[in-house]
């Protein structure tokens, strides 16, 4: 299984970027990229996802590097309800299941 | 708001005794996911159901807990003769079509606690 590396915590001010990263150096060709966020006493949240190229919605950007063996997701303007637990996926192909494998994300703190 | 609904948010038992977990997904999906998150710990996959079949239930204990999707209603999570060790949150989560780039709509998830 493609498995991600993620930093246990990261600190950031209000109303700043924020970019979170993920490594997956054993990413296979046809894996797709997810993001997840859990606020405190919630489900997790849908974030994006992406395949090869950048991906851009309301909530973030993902960026994908070009061996794809990296990835970060970007907050473009941090709010404090951007506080939560941001948790980078990698769906694979041929897995049978599409049961989410969630790892011990990255627990982004932001200051006001 | 049509999310994904959980019921009950919160539901005590004492050991021995059934908890029933229900979950209403989107409108329109009919794929659901339940997960469990205990204490401290990542949210772990139990079992994957489309409508009236069971796809996936490689994460569920093998005994004591079931799952089912029926054609009408909600999917259920019971899980019988309860222990201590089955105190947890229990998330559902759906989805329209299958699919690794399909993304999962989660509830706010049902909270057990064992007396």
């Known amino acids: 299984d493609a498995k991600t590396t993620q930093p246990n915590s990261m600190e950031s001010n209000e109303e700043e970027p924020v970019h979170l990263p993920c490594n997956h150096s054993t990413i296979s060709g046809t894996d797709y990229i997810h993001w997840y966020r859990q606020l405190p006493s919630q489900g997790p949240e849908y974030v994006i996802h992406g395949l090869t190229s950048n991906v851009n919605n309301r909530m973030a950007s993902l960026a994908i590097a070009e061996d794809r063996k990296s990835s970060t997701l970007i907050l473009h303007r941090a709010t404090l309800r951007d506080a939560a637990v941001y948790y980078c996926i990698l769906l694979y192909s041929g897995g049978g299941a599409d049961g989410l494998t969630f790892g011990k994300g990255t627990h982004l703190i932001i200051q006001p | 708001n049509a999310g994904v609904m959980q019921n009950p948010r919160h539901l005590v038992r004492r050991r021995g005794q059934e908890a029933r977990l229900r979950c209403s997904p989107m409108?329109?999906?009919?794929?659901v996911y339940w997960y469990r998150q205990l204490p401290e710990e990542g949210l772990k996959f139990m079992v994957y159901l489309q409508k009236e079949n069971i796809i996936d239930e490689s994460g569920m204990p093998k005994e004591r807990f079931s799952a089912e999707f029926p054609k009408e209603g909600p999917s259920i999570l019971r899980i019988q003769q309860v222990v201590r060790g089955d105190s947890a949150a229990y998330f559902c989560?759906?989805?329209?079509?299958?699919?690794?780039?399909?993304?999962?709509?989660f509830g706010d998830g049902t909270r057990l606690s064992i007396l």
């Open positions: 989560a759906s989805s329209e079509n299958q699919g690794i780039n399909q993304p999962q709509h």
């Open positions: 409108k329109g999906h009919s794929h």
